[in-house]
């Protein structure tokens, strides 16, 4: 099992759609996750951090599942500059510290 | 700074020679991590500072590989006799902390021609 799974897409969806997605991560150890976006060309910005069962911040909500070992993303009402790819980050190791491994990301093109 | 600063922004150089990058991180910031994205990939951890403790190295794909962050501050990655596989973008980011979210710099392109 990869250490950490994304369906890659792409999701095409009208604005104003709401839609969702889903990442596996392999280490039940992990305690804080984050979802990071990334535009073409450009380096991955903190969307998201995740330490408990969710979070929520405005259209955004994230859920974590430790017992699947997953967590997920869902945008309502999306936008055309919604456009663009997420990344799942779980931490590397148990605890609080080390690095984050990062999923290929799922890429989601929002249309008019 | 305000943000993550990386130089140089673009790097083309010839097989077998060696190249330094440069990150300088968001001021304050204990953490500093060193990634490649590949094109078309995913990010690719390879090294982690955190404060004044041992590196975690565990993610430099060879020994050409070498990283050190001076003052706890300013870090430099080298890559010696570079190889064309080692074309990617290089990405540093930093961190309050090793348990925050990071901030990324815009990366180094690393061309091997």
């Known amino acids: 099992r990869k250490e950490v799974e994304q369906d890659p897409g792409p999701f095409n969806v009208p604005e104003g759609a709401t839609v969702a997605f889903n990442c596996t991560y392999s280490?039940?150890?992990?305690?804080?996750f984050f979802w990071y976006r990334q535009d073409c060309r450009k380096e991955p910005k903190l969307l998201m951090s995740?330490?408990?069962s969710g979070n929520e911040d405005g259209r955004f909500t994230a859920q974590l599942n430790r017992a699947s070992q997953y967590i997920s993303l869902l945008i309502r009402d999306s936008k055309l500059s919604d456009s663009a790819t997420y990344l799942c980050?779980?931490?590397?190791?148990?605890?609080?510290?080390?690095?984050?491994?990062f999923g290929k990301g799922t890429k989601l093109s929002v249309k008019p | 700074g305000a943000g993550v600063s990386q130089s140089p922004s673009n790097k083309v150089t010839e097989k077998g020679k060696d190249v330094e990058l440069r990150c300088d991180p968001i001021s304050g910031h204990t953490a500093l991590y060193w990634y490649r994205q590949s094109l078309g990939q995913g990010l690719e951890f390879l090294i982690y500072?955190?404060?004044?403790?041992?590196?975690?190295k565990s993610g430099l794909p060879s020994d050409r590989f070498s990283a050190e962050r001076t003052g706890g501050s300013v870090s430099t990655l080298t890559i010696q006799r570079t190889q064309q596989e080692d074309s990617a973008v290089y990405l540093c980011?930093?961190?309050?902390?090793?348990?925050?979210?990071?901030?990324f710099g815009s990366g180094t392109r690393l061309t091997v021609v």
């Open positions: 500072f955190q404060g004044n403790s041992a590196p975690d």
């Open positions: 980011a930093s961190a309050e902390g090793g348990g925050y979210g990071y901030t």
């Open positions: 280490n039940s150890a992990s305690q804080s």
């Open positions: 995740v330490y408990s």
């Open positions: 980050a779980p931490r590397a190791y148990g605890g609080s510290q080390g690095n984050l491994i």
